[in-house]
């Protein structure tokens, strides 16, 4: 039985892989009509059965809808599935709503944001801080910005899927934002990778000094958790590596075009992407542990 609808706008959620699936779900929950698309099927067999419905293209998903959300991995990706053949900006209304909640960098944003303006479309910058659990929950933090215009109907989507909204600006402060906050999470993790091979290197129990450092003013949950997963070598994926280090570049090439150094990021990169070639890209980025605990012995 189709779930009765108790919102009246039509959203198309453009993209349903890891982060995008619980999205929608919490969009479709919310009583939203949600039509789904992406480029595996099969990813949408679950939406469908909470109540999402399947398009075929992301043109068929847009027609008519109120609402547009990317969740995608890249700008390429994006300009393809919104402005290609078949592409939803063939079919979006004038005066329609993108929600743009891919991380793909300052370049990429602007890129997208000149699209939209020519196609007539309110262009939303609002990329999310979270993953897998937070998305599923409705606890992401949202980094949105664009027009004013915009934020009543993006609004209503946005509180389905986060615990909160900050609204940084003109389109293009969200990515900026999101940017940063990635780059304090990789070097976090990166920190956590060396404290732990140092404790080993000598001689102490890391267990012993993480429950230290649980305690501690100069502990962080998320520090904490993430060296526990590595040392249970838990490597379940929130955030895959591959996307971490993409990430972390993006940061890097917004730091170079303000000519601004990330001496951290910068060192962390050609082991991080030693471990993608060595398969652990879809792991989760904490599997970066493993890799350099093998270098170390």
Do not use: C
Request: charged share 20%.
């Amino acid at each position: 039985m189709e779930k009765e609808r108790t919102n009246n706008l039509t959203i198309a959620f453009l993209g349903t892989g890891q982060m995008g699936t619980p999205m929608a779900s919490r969009l479709i929950a919310a009583g939203f009509n949600v039509r789904v698309w992406n480029r595996s099927i099969e990813r949408l067999e679950g939406l469908v059965q909470l109540g999402g419905i399947e398009a075929t293209t992301p043109a068929e998903a847009a027609s008519g809808a109120d609402v547009v959300i990317t969740m995608l991995p890249d700008g390429p990706t994006i300009e393809t599935v919104i402005d290609g053949e078949d592409g939803a900006f063939t079919t979006m209304a004038r005066g329609a709503l993108w929600l743009q909640m891919g991380t793909i960098g300052i370049e990429w944003t602007a890129r997208l944001g000149v699209r939209a303006m020519q196609a007539g479309v309110l262009f939303v910058d609002a990329p999310v801080s979270g993953s897998v659990a937070p998305a599923t929950t409705g606890e992401l933090l949202i980094l949105a910005s664009g027009p004013l215009a915009a934020q009543p109907v993006a609004t209503r989507a946005l509180d389905a899927m986060g615990r909160q909204t900050f609204w940084l600006g003109a389109a293009g402060a969200g990515s900026r934002a999101k940017l940063i906050l990635n780059n304090w999470l990789v070097d976090l993790v990166e920190m956590v990778v060396e404290t732990l091979t140092i404790t080993e290197a000598l001689g102490l129990d890391p267990r012993i000094i993480v429950d230290i450092l649980a305690d501690a003013p100069i502990g962080s949950p998320y520090a904490v958790s993430k060296a526990r997963s590595m040392l249970e070598g838990d490597f379940t994926t929130n955030f895959a590596l591959k996307h971490a280090v993409k990430d972390a570049e993006l940061a890097l090439d917004a730091a170079k075009s303000v000519d601004h150094e990330l001496a951290l990021t910068a060192s962390l990169i050609s082991s991080w992407q030693r471990a993608v070639d060595n398969g652990a890209g879809d792991l989760d980025l904490s599997a970066v542990y493993r890799f350099a605990s093998t270098e170390a012995k």
